[in-house]
């Protein structure tokens, strides 16, 4: 049995999806879910649904009951996800789950990075994991495809990219084919004690972005590349709270650096096949 926390998020469900295709059975697939009325879409697909909370050990222990593998989606609360994450674990271990593979992050400095915390939970959860000494995978992923346009700002292909990370490049991966290369390591043997790079082949700035939009979409995007305080200022001049336009332009300074910029990559081994090149993407979304 494969458990898949944050089933009802995007990774987790996309994860499910990889593994429905490939022909696995639902009912050797375990979403762990809090809220079950969100859970109703896997339940008709046959997928067990066991209700759990990272904040809750006893109902992580229940979940974990026969289960071999996990997928353990890291926690996106502004808590201490550690402590959250420890209960997963702990729990998986408790019931003798064999394998754990834990959603992290491919940064190039963890100790230096603009987004400490973003990164520091993550390097944090992978020290756990070998200091228990349970088999484990980390698939550390760089940034969704799919945030480009929360990145780039709502009215970007009218009013240009507004986000600050310079020319800084980024290998971005649709979040399908990141659920895809999770449901290869759950599914395949080898992958125990590894960490993967899961990143395009391609790394992109928001430059070349605005470049590629412009010639789907046959209108010209402008790339306003600010700096980290206008960006700030111009967010919270539009009604965004302060601490989540600075939180977002901490992505544009890590981004600017080049810390996304990994020049690592194993997801199209694991794929068996070339990741999706962001162009192709792109049109895929903004080529209607
Ligand atoms: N690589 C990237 O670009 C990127 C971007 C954003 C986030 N992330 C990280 O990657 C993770 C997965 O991304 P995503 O897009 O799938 O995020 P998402 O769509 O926000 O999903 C997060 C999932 O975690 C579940 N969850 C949160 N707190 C929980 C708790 N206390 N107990 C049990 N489940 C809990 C949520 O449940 P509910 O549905 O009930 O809320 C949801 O299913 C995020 O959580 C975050 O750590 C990565």
Redesign the pocket.
Known sequence: MILI????????NATIESLLKKGFQPNEITAL???EN?AADLKNKGVQIKI????DYDSLKAALLGVDKLLL?????MVDRLV?HKNVIDAAIENGVKHIVY?G?DIQNYATTAIPYVSQIHKNTADYLQEVGIPYTILD????AD?IGLFSGETFLETGVFFPAGDGKLPWVP?AEMGEAAAVVLTTPGHEDKNYAITANTAYSFGEIAEMVSEITGKEVKYLNPDADTYVEGLVNAGVPKEIASFLAGFGIAIGNGEFDTNRTDLEKLLGRKPTELKEYLAGVYGK
């Not at 759990?52 to 904040?55: A, E, F, K, T």
């Not at 992923?141 to 969704?144: F, S």
């Open positions: 926390t944050g089933a009802t998020g995007g990774l987790g879910v809090r809220d969100k759990g909370n990272y904040n989606v890291s926690s996106n609360e959250q959603t992050i992923n760089t940034l969704y945030s979040k």
